[in-house]
Structures are given as C-alpha cells and as structure tokens.
Antibody, heavy 120, light 112 residues
Framework: EVQLVQSGAEVKKPGESLKISCKGSGYTFTRYWIGWVRQMPGKGLEWMGIIYPGDSDTRYSRSFQGQVTISVDKSISTAYLQWSSLEASDTAMYYC?????????????WGQGTLVTVSS | NFILTQPHSVSESPGKTVTISCTRSSGSVASNYVQWYQQRPGRAPTAVIYEDNHRPSGVPDRFSGSIDSSSNSASLTISGLLTDDEADYYCQSYDAGHPHWVFGGGTKLTVL
C-alpha cells in the first residue's frame, strides 16, 4: 500500500527555522517525483515545488523560489520542506503528494498534511 | 502562464446532478490533462478524476469528467448527489511553458 506519512504539527516563532518531512512507503521511492502543496487557512491549494528522489532534481514555483528549500534523503525514503527564517505568513497546512508520472502530472497519493503555525 | 477559474460555490439537492466548471485562461484546455480533487473539511485532497475523465480505483461512477474545447474548460459532474459529497473540489492542470502545476481556486459544493 502506497503511503506518504508527514511529520507532526509545528508551532514556531517568526525568524525560526523549520524542516518538515514526508516519508514514502509501499513503492519505489526513487522513481516518483514528490511535490509540496501549501494551503493557507481557508484558502485553496498552491503548488510549491517538486523533487525527483532518484537524482534530487528540484523545480520550484516562481512564487516559492528562494523562500523554501526542498530536499530528499533517498536512503530513508523521505522528502523535506524547509525554511531558514519563518514568517507569520507561512502559517498554513503543507501537503506532500506523489506525482504519478510526467505525462499526466497527476498527484495520485497525498500525505496527511503538516500544520505549521508561526506566531510570536 | 494560465490560470484555472472555478465558481466559488455550488449547491444542489440530494439525488440531483451538479456540474462544476474549470475554465483555462489561455492556451488549450486539451493540451494538458485536467485532474479533479475532492477535499473534505480537515482532510487531505484525494483525486476523483485524472487525465480529464478517468476515475481512480474506488471512486464511484457517479463522478465523471470532461473537457470542452469550445469553452476551453473542463467539467466535473457528480450525479445522484449524496450529503457525503459535500466538500471542496479543485481542478488541476500543468503549464508546460514554465514547468508548473496549476490549481483552480476551488469550488465549495453544498448538498442540501
């Protein structure tokens, strides 16, 4: 069974750093792109970027380029999303999702989400 | 670059049929597949339609998808509405011009 399991909720202060994770199981982790999606409170879905665990090829949405870093540790089948200096506007739910293939660009499996709250 | 525009909300009665539209602002809707995701409150999204009109395993055939080149839009149709279908629905496609996954703004479906 394919699963993406994300790390737990975080409460941080502005200016702090953070790294959240997404562990894949039930499939060959290195063969599928993993994407990250933001959902701010009461708002819609926004694509942030993707990474290919096989070679760490990473693409970012223009909106998030330079604001976050996506990485992967294929030895433990885990993708990461990190911030070096959080802002209150980073408060959101963050989802990882597997891309089924690069003909469809379809997110076929999703993690349960990680809620990040940034508040002083 | 293009955007996908959805109605903010739709409502319909149980047992009826509802259609949610997703209009692509530029470029052909047929040039990249459209997916539809259902998101119930407090839950992660799950796909109900992929590749314009395919249902993932486990999704009932009450859900169907289509594209219409004349209106440059995709549609999600849900027939025999159940109260359990109440959720937010998002369309999604891909912008090959600047590699980029694009989501519509979402439509809140109310079944009452």
């Amino acid at each position: 069974e394919v699963q993406l399991v994300q790390s737990g909720a975080e409460v941080k202060k502005p200016g702090e750093s953070l790294k959240i994770s997404c562990k894949g199981s039930g499939y060959t982790f290195t063969r599928y792109w993993i994407g990250w999606v933001r959902q701010m409170p009461g708002k819609g879905l926004e694509w942030m970027g993707i990474i290919y665990p096989g070679d760490s090829d990473t693409r970012y949405s223009r909106s998030f380029q330079g604001q976050v870093t996506i990485s992967v540790d294929k030895s433990i089948s885990t993708a990461y999303l990190q911030w070096s200096s959080l802002e209150a506007s980073d408060t959101a739910m963050y989802y990882c999702a597997r891309v089924s293939n690069l003909q469809t660009y379809y997110f076929d499996y999703w993690g349960q989400g990680t809620l990040v709250t940034v508040s002083s | 670059n293009f955007i996908l525009t959805q109605p903010h909300s739709v409502s319909e009665s149980p047992g009826k049929t509802v259609t949610i539209s997703c209009t692509r602002s530029s470029g052909s809707v047929a040039s990249n597949y459209v997916q539809w995701y259902q998101q119930r409150p407090g839950r992660a999204p799950t796909a109900v339609i992929y590749e314009d009109n395919h249902r993932p395993s486990g999704v009932p055939d009450r859900f169907s998808g289509s594209i219409d080149s004349s209106s440059n839009s995709a549609s999600l149709t849900i027939s025999g509405l159940l109260t359990d279908d109440e959720a937010d629905y998002y369309c999604q496609s891909y912008d090959a011009g600047h590699p980029h996954w694009v989501f519509g703004g979402g439509t809140k479906l109310t079944v009452l």
